[in-house]
């Protein structure tokens, strides 16, 4: 559909050029050397695995192994590929860094076999794990690594979007600008799907859409609906009103679990109830990462809320 598209053209290549909060560029700018090991969390699109990239190449410029771990998964990638070069010294004597994307797609075996290499070669490796769910890396590595959330200031989101549109030369109407707003707001701060839905609506050098941001009427249907049990008439009213939510479903399920966070404790739904919500939702926001059929993963997690 397009020559071009923006999230290549645009994607950083230094830190300059990375969507930080203060704190974290303060500590990315200062790296000479060494670093600790480290992990980075946060939902897809946030620039994580660009991040690690530009660390090594850039700012380090060191000798390093990339794995994405959603593909290579198990115990054997530890012991053959992660051992195999952490084990020998680099040719120019700085440390090595092992980049494991997707690092919560590890398996436990492969994360406790991760956590001795570690530990057993910290004198000549570093590693840089990205994970889109924390809770799903072991607390042995967690506490072997420091920790950063790379959700960025909403602010300097809207600057980077902007700054893009100039830069192409996209013409916003008055009566859009509002929805250009609107569109980064309802996607954050998933940085690459805001990238991907302006050039989409961008086609013809003008940017149009129709954004709508009142989900609070979708999410309350939602939720009526799973404690109803009525989930058939559930995935019925969603797929009559998919362009109000721009059928993007995890988007979706994230705006429902932060409705269940914000829920008050009732006699029908109490903190237990609550709390069992929290993990199936957890879970399936988890699996939409890999699935391909989103819509599906959806109504799968709507079913089961509704079991509970």
């Not at 042995?140 to 959700?151: G, K, M």
């Not at 609070?216 to 009213?237: C, G, S």
């Not at 237990?272 to 391909?292: A, T």
Request: hydrophobic fraction near 35%; glycine fraction near 4%.
């Amino acid at each position: 559909m397009f020559n071009n598209l923006y999230v290549e053209k645009y994607r950083p290549t230094k830190l300059d050029d990375l969507v930080l909060s203060d704190n974290n560029r303060k500590f990315f700018e200062s790296i000479e050397d060494e670093i600790p090991n480290l992990l980075f969390v946060g939902t897809p699109g946030l620039g994580k695995t660009t991040l690690a990239r530009i660390l090594v190449n850039d700012v380090l410029k060191c000798q390093y192994l990339y794995i994405n771990a959603s593909d290579e998964n198990g115990i054997d990638t530890i012991r053959s590929k992660v051992v195999s070069f952490s084990q020998t010294m680099s040719l120019d004597g700085k440390l090595k860094v092992v980049i494991l994307d997707e690092a919560d797609g590890i398996t436990i075996e492969g994360q406790r076999a991760l956590r001795n290499t570690m530990e057993e070669y910290s004198s000549r490796t570093r590693f840089i794990l990205t994970a889109n769910y924390k809770h799903r890396i072991i607390p042995a590595i967690q506490s072997r690594t420091q920790s950063f959330d790379l959700n960025p200031p909403i602010d300097d989101v809207v600057k980077r979007i902007v700054s893009i549109v100039k830069q192409e030369g996209i013409k916003i109407e008055d009566n859009q600008k509002t929805n250009l707003v609107n569109l980064i707001k309802q996607n954050y701060p998933d940085i690459r799907k805001i990238i991907n839905a302006v050039q989409k609506a961008s086609v013809k050098g003008n940017f149009s859409v129709d954004v709508s941001l009142d989900s609070k009427e979708i999410v309350e249907r939602i939720h009526n609906k799973i404690i109803a049990k009525d989930i058939i008439n559930l995935r019925k009213y969603l797929i009559e009103n998919e362009n109000e939510f721009q059928g993007d479903y995890h988007n979706l399920m994230k705006q429902y679990l932060n409705f269940i966070y914000e829920i008050n404790s009732s006699n029908t739904f109490d903190d237990n109830k609550k709390r069992e919500y929290i993990l199936v939702l957890s879970e399936h926001m988890y699996k939409d990462v890999f699935v391909l059929d989103k819509e599906i993963n959806a109504f799968a997690c709507w079913y089961a809320l509704s079991k509970i």
